[in-house]
């Protein structure tokens, strides 16, 4: 059963995963649109997008909030309806944070993303559903403790809810949510608080699980998405283990066709203390730069043909600023954050994510934390068309990003006249023997491979054919190295299928190669020239 450090990856010292040039999204759309400023709208075409199915009417979208300039908020919403009084994502000035949302789309595929205040979004798709999995609405609040309306007055200035209390909320029948509804998506705010503390959602008919669905704290305001069954009677119940404000909003809900929800189940905790099922406990701070697999299918009552899951993660203990990507195992880590991090904190949300063949996902961590991953419910691939999460929309740009720099030479490079390859930057710099910079520029590659190291130019071809795929052809040919299935891996030209070019110039920067490197003409040209037989290669994360 697969559960540990199933492998590992150099560090990426960065709050929000570094990207390429002009921060590259799946198929170059929404990439490098500059910051937005506050009080806007951002319309995001979801369907269509990243193996998102073009009838797709629902999706999960991780929403990632940088670079922001003032306390504010972000609301998403289906564009074809009024921007809904919901806050899906809480930011502070000067702040990194995401969650991961469950929303309905447009007719026309596409999600509205409403900021208060200014910041550089990111959006990442990790997967979608259609009308007979998800039944999604305009968000709807349920319930605000302070004085403030819902959406048919009932649970509106209930007061503060005081710590140690669980307050029950009813969903079925209320927000154009089915009366016959037994699962939703709800997203909670905490706001008001008076001490560090931490939300529990669960089906009021269990008793209340170990999990933390939502962890604040003192006076600050924060909100995440939960997929929560519901009981028998359409309610969820909330536990507050300290005094807070809370408000409660659905975004769509499911029936028992489309999610096998139950009551919360812990499948990690790294430090000392119970799984469901022992496995995965006390197994040890995740060390950053490594990745965690964690068997979901046939644990905590999920089917064992399980294809999909919403996972609840925590970070706690965490001892430098980082971030949690989540995905299926038997596909690349992508360029996505699920859940942000700072020193010292705990901080938790919930991701809707495909799961391997196997039934495991994995959870890469970027800096050193514990971790703790809970499931809510599972789906099947008739509900949820998951897939490797794909970004979507990203407004950074090269200055913008998290290096102030994005054409500097990496750190620990390596030394004397070398080639050095960023996997995650998607780009080459050309070395001299003096350690000037001779040329460095964007490429397309594979997140994947081949795996950070010093390599060696061992063989060279002025034009060669994929040894799989004999119709793709390519010219300036500098091998270094070599993949997991034995293909060769180098520089080269953009290649061609009988004679297409497989992506244009425009489009380097983005990971759209099968493995080896493509370069622009001129580039592969000059590549070509300088890199003779021996010369290092040094491949970085």
Not at 27 to 42: A, C, E, M, N, R
Not at 117 to 132: R, Y
Not at 311 to 328: D, H, R, S, W
Not at 346 to 368: D, H, K, M, N, R
């Amino acid at each position: 059963m697969a559960l540990g450090l199933a492998l590992s990856v150099a560090p990426v010292p960065s709050s929000v995963p570094a990207a390429s040039a002009e921060q590259p999204t799946v198929d170059g759309i929404g990439s490098g649109t500059g910051i937005v400023t506050g009080g806007t709208v951002v319309e995001v075409t979801v369907a269509g997008r990243g193996n998102v199915p073009t009838d797709a009417t629902a999706a999960a979208l991780t929403l990632t909030a940088t670079g922001t300039n003032a306390p504010g908020y972000l609301t998403v919403y289906p564009c074809h309806t009024g921007r809904p009084l919901s806050s899906h994502l809480n930011f502070d000035t000067a702040t990194t944070i995401a969650t991961t949302v469950v929303t309905q789309l447009s007719p026309t595929g596409t999600a509205c993303i409403f900021a208060s205040a200014t910041t550089h979004l990111i959006v990442d798709v990790n997967g979608s559903f259609d009308t007979t999995a998800f039944q999604g609405l305009t968000p709807a609040r349920l319930l605000d403790t302070r004085t403030q309306p819902t959406v048919d007055g009932i649970g509106s200035g209930t007061g503060i809810v005081t710590g140690g209390t669980v307050v029950e909320v009813t969903v079925a029948g209320r927000g154009n949510v089915p009366t016959d509804a037994t699962a939703a998506a709800l997203t909670l705010t905490a706001t008001g608080t008076n001490a560090p503390g931490y939300l529990t959602v669960y089906p009021c008919h269990t008793g209340r699980p170990l999990s933390s669905h939502l962890n604040f704290d003192t006076a600050t305001t924060i909100a995440t998405t939960v997929v929560t069954q519901l009981s028998p009677t359409g309610t969820a119940c909330i536990f507050a283990s300290a005094t807070t404000h809370l408000i409660v909003d659905v975004n769509g809900s499911f029936d028992t066709t489309a999610f096998q929800g139950l009551t919360p189940a812990r499948l990690l905790d790294t430090r000392t203390q119970p799984t469901v099922d022992g496995i995965g406990s006390g197994t040890g701070i995740v060390t950053g730069g490594t990745v965690v697999e964690v068997t979901v299918a046939g644990r905590g009552n999920v089917p064992t043909d399980a294809t999909a899951a919403a996972l609840t993660l925590t970070a706690t203990g965490t001892n430098a600023p980082g971030y949690l990507t989540v995905y299926p195992c038997h596909t690349g880590r992508p360029l996505s954050s699920h859940l942000n991090f700072d020193t010292a904190t705990t901080i938790a949300t919930t991701v809707v994510t495909q799961l391997s063949p196997t039934g495991t996902a994995c959870i890469f961590a970027s800096a050193t934390t514990h971790l703790i991953v809970d499931v809510n419910g599972s789906f099947d691939t008739t509900a949820f068309q998951g897939l490797t999460p794909a970004r979507l929309l990203d407004t950074r740009t090269e200055e913008s990003a998290g290096d102030p720099d994005r054409t500097a030479l990496p750190a620990g490079s390596g030394e004397g006249r070398r080639v050095v390859y960023s996997k995650v930057r998607m780009r080459v710099w050309r070395v001299e023997a003096d350690g000037s910079v001779s040329a460095t520029y964007r490429v397309s590659g594979r997140i994947t491979q081949p795996k950070a190291g010093t390599y060696e130019v061992w063989s060279r071809s002025p034009f060669t054919c994929a040894m799989l795929h004999p119709d793709i052809c390519m010219r300036y040919m500098v091998r270094f190295a070599f993949a997991a299935s034995g293909q060769n891996i180098g520089f080269h030209e953009i290649p061609a299928r009988n004679g297409v070019p497989l992506q244009t110039a425009d489009q380097l920067g983005l990971a759209q190669s099968g493995g080896c490197v493509r370069q622009a003409t001129a580039d592969a040209i000059e590549m070509w020239e300088w890199a003779q037989i021996g010369t290092k290669v040094v491949v970085v994360d």
